[in-house]
């Protein structure tokens, strides 16, 4: 039965019509069953031996480009990602070694931010387990300090690998935006981006990539972007990959200036 579903649900998938109540419960499903990490892709994604292999760690945003980067990337590296929401970089720690794996990583390309600075009942408490409120009435899941210490943990993991590195700045919230604010969006970016600089770490400026531009790409009063926006996302994040997969040194400010809209 469970083969079953799985495979009826794939043939929606391939069909373009998966509603995404029903993809999030597939995603859902399909990482409570994978165990190995090669297998951990969006709906099983091809492994090339002979190509290296490219690890996307990101929440709902990355999900929407992941595919997009596949296909930019085809032939140059593998493109993986977990099935699941990545989430915080609460959730990240707790699940980071699962997700790498015995994997020999050539790029990591990481970001966590929108679900941490979204308001909740109560600070480190998973927004799915407890009541949501109004934004001026509640923490911040992970407050900015403890994404600051989150983040230092996560690199210094991720390190280990030995991968080459490339962390993605959070995007833009818009006004009315569910349980979240616009302007902690730049607050938990400059977070970020102290920590990267301190490690050395590229910096793929995705929010400057589609800030200007949100108002048309950016479903209203949702952080979620349509296909043009994931597009464009997906063009930044494959630009910001290849760059150290060629050994290049950190282009992300001149990738950044690149675009026009």
Known sequence: MRKYIISVLAVIVACGGLAS????ALTAYLND????????????????????????IGDSISISYTLPVRHRLEGI??????????ESTLTILEKLD??????????IHFNAGLHDLEHV????????????????KGPRWISIDSYRSNLEKIVERLEKTGAKLVFATTTPV???????????????????RAVMREHGVQIDDLNS???ESAYRFQKPQDVHFYQEGSAILADHVAASIKAPL?????SSKDLTNSWSF
Do not use: H
Request: with cysteine.
């Open 21 to 24: 109540s029903t993809q999030e």
């Open 33 to 56: 069953e994978k165990e190995d990490n090669r297998s951990i892709a969006i709906f099983e994604a091809p492994v090339n031996p002979n190509l290296p292999s490219v690890l996307i």
């Open 77 to 86: 590296a593998n493109v993986i990602r977990p099935v699941a929401n990545c």
């Open 98 to 107: 699962r997700w790498l794996g015995q994997t020999k990583w050539a790029v």
């Open 121 to 136: 009942q109560y600070e480190g408490v998973a927004p799915g387990k407890q009541v949501m409120v109004p934004v001026e």
């Open 174 to 192: 818009p006004v009315g935006a569910r349980s979240r604010v616009p302007q902690d969006v730049a607050r938990y970016n400059e977070a970020a």
């Open 209 to 211: 990539a589609v800030v």
């Open 246 to 250: 060629a050994g290049k040194p950190d």
